[in-house]
């Protein structure tokens, strides 16, 4: 959170955070994700995780809805184009 907090201080601050959501030890993705917003509540956050030991409406209770939130749950789906 300190780089978060300098980059704000320094009006150089980050774009974009990627979490997972599991990240032992210590805090996990939900949790990391709510104390950036604390340090800068306009950084961006994705969120993408194969797993979780939350419930997308836990997610949502805890995080809200934002245009500043993207929740990626993988495996991703594999996109066909043809030409």
């Known amino acids: 959170m300190a780089a978060v907090r300098e980059a704000v201080r320094a009006a150089r601050p980050f774009a974009v ?12 993705g939900v949790e990391t ?3 950036l917003w604390e ?23 805890r995080l809200g809805t934002s245009d500043r939130l993207v929740i990626l749950k993988k495996p991703f789906d594999v996109m066909k184009c043809s030409n």
């Open 17 to 28: 955070a990627f979490v997972d959501v599991r990240m032992p030890p210590g805090w996990d």
């Open 33 to 35: 994700t709510c104390r």
């Open 39 to 61: 340090a800068d509540p306009d950084l961006q956050v994705v969120i993408c995780t194969a797993y979780s030991d939350h419930s997308w409406d836990e997610m949502i209770a």
